[in-house]
């Protein structure tokens, strides 16, 4: 696999150009061969230089060009094994519903022995979940109908009910009521913590009988030799040395085969991404488009809590150019949940989300709670937008998406959790009704859940919306998506002929040149109510081992700054929320700055997967267990 | 012939240590509802020597004990020790009564290893040198000072010879200290003795099937009167800037300023 490649070494041999071992298979010498005579031939080739006295940088001997993941390493090992009937990946309220309610219906039918498995890369479940969060319980009354009762007493706790909703304008100084369309409705509703409810989700799962993993990072998808199907997943191998090297504390990875492997991988999964890629599953849905999501929780006064006040603010900080919105919700005990959510496709590369954030919490409606108060949290995570439109097909062979990684989030809702929930539950059904309509092993394709889908509630109420999102992109930007938002909220309600489209090919060509755009200045954080990025980073208790290979994989660092910092001028700077990448001054290299990427700041946000103007990074998983370490988001 | 060695292992959850830590409420302890927990690290090399002691097989491991003291949590860690290694393991629950009072003290931690020890008739002790959370350093040292036993503190090598005698290099602050010592005795560990290894995906299945007891204190007939009484519990105070000066001199006027010289 590309991601282990010891780069370094094929470098120093000379040999082999910097680019040949990260090119698809086909294309590497002899590839129609098999490897371990692949390996002899190459080695062969390798002598024959080595007799005619080519000059390799290399004095120690020849140990033989293997292939791209190693030489003659403990990596060669055949991995364990293990069979289950479904292994779901990810442990978010998708990934969970599903497993709860596959168990659910295999306890029902007798067969306690149905074998689900559930893989989750944070250390426990709901550490790497961050989200708003108000729920709408329609999906769990069904999953779990006394979620809330209170004589039931392992009920979840955690919730406040909604009060009253309030929408707001802001200029810099003011804010001016606007009507709440009527779909922002939040009556019936409750103000949760998102990592709380997993983490609860995850107690009632293993209740019900579900092997649940946390600390295992799925890395890699497997699949059936002779169909192409997906057959299981494989978790990645632990105790590898930056260089790729194993070190002493070395593990191999290991496989899960399955049936039905259900990915729930949440917002721009890494292996959704090569699954949709490999089975085409865009074919006939549009992009998806991205908003990077940034929170904080804080502690605030007993005389500024209004519990269950739900506020939403659009305009400032954001120019009118960008897709954009703050939230204020007020639960818990004296607690506040705030952020920004900051359209991907923004055209100006000197905008920093992060940035924008810091500055909207000094807009006197969001000072005026926080001010006095204790910030105890901060996070920040991609999330869909695209709706509708951008819905790929979810079912493939062997298995299906799942929750936010295919795409379900109602945007003018600003809710995708049921929808989660419910499309987890879905899956679940015709997951069980396929494996016991076809007992003997044979690729399981899910028409019944893309059916499923289709005649749900997640897709009349996408399509409802469908066109609001889409209005932002004219050019009338910011208030020609509200006028028309507005039309469709009240006056069409989605039933209009029409379906307005996304910007082709995605967020990531939206951005304009560096040179094209007006810098902006961020002020200096005050330390009181705005902070700087490490320290929000330091809240986020996010951290990896070090010496592991960088697991934002950018082919040459280099090459990547001499081809993008002319153009963006560090974009990627600004577009992270924790600090992960820096233009760091350099006398001695081109344009006299040199790329950096701090992996271990890392909060698995996915933004730069998603925004990277030529999408040259790739964010691949990490060793299980790693990255933020989430506290009540 | 070498004595076979029973280890015990005493593990606790700590809250892990990466999490930013916060004082609670009250302000009597730290938070710790809804905060990552894990095993402290000390307990990690702890394992991982006792393992590392099995494979060398010299002298012969019969049986690696791990034990935690706690809520019904700790089972997880139970669990992640014995995918590390551990054959079997105790929980000894005790009900999370609030903040901050669900804590032995390590005098009580000591005196219930203490009756482990004997109950299950151990011959080696391997604790981590303190836990990340109180920072005590006491419970080995009082758990040998409790059996009569020798000790060797924040071990950064162990090694045994054939006269069931073992010799532990220890660090301390002017440097390395080598104690030599007739078993059983008690062996605290620091960071330099091992890099403690991962628990496998397979391992952690397997540790699925591998025995957990589950006792209670009065089982052991311990009692766990708490003689510290915690006042309050505070955050440092915030980091005041500090201040630049041109060279030495400045320095020096300086700190005569603020009175240091």
């Not at chain 1, 559930?118 to 989200?131: N, P, W, Y």
């Not at chain 1, 082919?555 to 153009?567: A, G, L, N």
């Amino acid at each position: 696999m590309a991601s282990k490649a010891p780069i370094s070494f094929l470098n120093r041999t000379g040999l082999i150009k910097s680019n040949e071992y990260l090119l698809p298979t086909a294309w590497r010498p002899y590839s129609h061969f098999p490897p371990t005579r692949r390996r002899r031939l190459l080695q062969q080739s390798r002598h024959k230089c080595l007799s005619i006295g080519r000059r390799t940088f290399s004095t120690t001997p020849w140990r033989g060009l293997a292939d791209i993941d190693d030489s003659f390493d403990p990596r060669q090992q055949d991995r364990e094994s293990d069979e289950v009937d479904v292994c779901i990946v990810g442990g978010g309220p998708a990934g969970l519903s599903a497993a709860i309610r596959l168990k659910q219906i295999a306890n029902e039918a007798g067969n306690e022995d149905f074998r689900v498995l559930l893989l989750e890369k944070a250390g426990e479940l709901g550490a790497h979940i961050v989200s708003g969060n108000v729920i709408e319980p329609s999906a769990v009354n069904e999953l779990l109908p006394d979620w809330n009762n209170p004589d039931n007493p392992s009920r979840f706790e955690n919730v406040t009910a909604a009060t009253h909703d309030k929408m707001r304008f802001l200029t810099k100084n003011s804010s001016i009521p606007i009507p709440a369309p009527p779909q922002m409705n939040n009556k019936g509703n409750y103000i949760i913590s998102l990592n709380q409810f997993c983490k609860w989700l995850g107690e009632r799962a293993e209740e019900v009988g579900v092997e649940v993993y946390p600390g295992f990072a799925a890395s890699e998808v497997l699949y059936d030799s002779t169909d192409g199907s997906v057959k299981g997943v494989a978790t990645n191998d632990l105790g590898i040395s930056r260089s790729g090297k194993p070190k002493a504390s070395f593990e191999r990875g290991m496989e899960f085969n399955a049936r039905v492997t259900l990915f729930a991988e949440g917002c721009h999964g890494s292996l959704t991404k090569q699954v949709i890629k490999k089975f085409d599953l865009r074919r006939d849905s549009q992009p998806q488009t991205y908003g990077l999501g940034l929170k904080e929780v804080w502690e605030v006064k007993p005389e500024k809590f209004k519990p269950g006040e739900i506020v939403h603010t659009m305009g400032y900080p954001l120019p009118s150019s960008t897709y954009g919105g703050g939230w204020l919700y007020h639960f818990g005990d004296n607690l506040v949940s705030l952020g920004l959510v900051v359209g991907l496709d923004y055209p100006n590369p000197w905008l920093s989300p992060y940035g924008e954030f810091q500055k909207m919490k000094h807009h006197p409606i969001y000072k005026s709670v926080i001010e006095g108060g204790k910030c105890i949290s901060y996070g920040a995570r991609a999330l869909n937008e695209g709706g509708f439109q951008s819905i790929p097909k979810c079912a493939f062979p062997g298995g299906a998406l799942i929750g936010d990684t295919a795409g379900f989030l109602n945007v003018p809702k600003i809710k995708g959790t049921h929808t989660a929930m419910r499309s987890g539950m879905l899956a679940a059904e015709a997951t069980y009704s396929a494996l016991t309509a076809n007992p003997d092993s044979g690729t399981v394709f899910l028409f019944e859940y893309e059916d499923a889908l289709r005649s749900s509630s997640i897709w009349s109420e996408l399509k409802q919306v469908r066109n609001m999102r889409p209005s932002f992109h004219s050019r009338l930007g910011l208030y020609g998506g509200i006028m028309y938002s507005g039309l469709e909220a009240y006056l069409f309600r989605g039933k209009t002929p029409w379906t307005l489209k996304h910007k082709e090919p995605g967020d990531h060509a939206a951005t304009k040149l560096a040179s094209q755009c007006p810098k902006i200045d961020y002020p200096k954080p005050d330390g009181q109510i705005s902070f700087d990025i490490l320290t929000s980073v330091s809240r986020t208790g996010t951290n990896h081992e070090e010496d592991q290979p960088v697991h934002l994989q950018v082919q040459d660092w280099d090459k990547h700054k001499d081809d993008q910092w002319p153009k963006y001028q560090g974009i990627e700077n600004r577009f992270c929320p924790a600090g992960v990448y820096e233009y760091v001054e350099d006398g001695a290299k081109q344009f006299g700055v040199k790329f950096q990427i701090n992996a271990q700041n890392c909060i698995h946000c996915k933004t730069c997967d998603i925004k990277a103007p030529a999408q040259d990074i790739n964010w691949q998983t990490p060793q299980g267990g790693e990255g933020p370490k989430y506290f009540m988001t | 012939m070498p004595t076979p060695l029973k280890i015990l292992v005493p593990i606790k959850r700590v809250i892990d240590y990466a999490v930013k830590p916060r004082v609670n409420k009250a302000r009597t302890a730290v938070e710790t509802q809804g905060v990552k927990h894990s095993m402290n690290p000390f307990d990690e090399l702890s394992i991982e020597a006792a393992v590392q002691m099995r494979e060398r097989k010299n002298p012969p491991v019969d049986d690696i004990l791990a034990l935690s003291a706690g809520p019904a949590k700790c089972v997880d860690v139970l669990r992640t020790a014995m995918a590390m290694g551990a054959d079997r393991s105790i929980h000894v629950e005790i009900p999370d009564a609030g903040q901050g009072q669900a804590e032995l003290e390590p005098l009580g931690v000591a005196k219930l290893l203490a009756t482990v020890v004997a109950e299950e008739g151990r011959n080696l002790v391997i604790l981590g040198k303190q836990s990340i959370d109180d920072d005590s350093n006491q419970t080995g040292q009082m758990l040998a000072g409790l059996l009569g036993w020798g000790q060797a503190t924040q071990a950064s090598k162990i090694e045994f010879d054939d006269g069931d005698r073992v010799s532990v290099t220890r660090e301390v602050d002017g440097g390395v200290d080598t104690v030599r010592f007739p078993l059983p005795g008690v062996i605290t560990t620091d960071l330099r003795l091992n890099e403690p290894r991962y628990a496998s995906l397979p391992n952690i299945m397997k540790a699925k099937k591998k025995k957990l007891e589950k006792k209670s204190l009065s089982d052991y007939g311990v009692d766990e009167g708490r003689r510290l009484k915690t006042l309050k519990v505070e955050e440092p105070p915030p980091r005041k800037g500090g201040g630049k000066v041109d060279d030495v001199d400045g320095m020096i006027a300086k700190l005569k300023e603020l009175g240091a010289i």
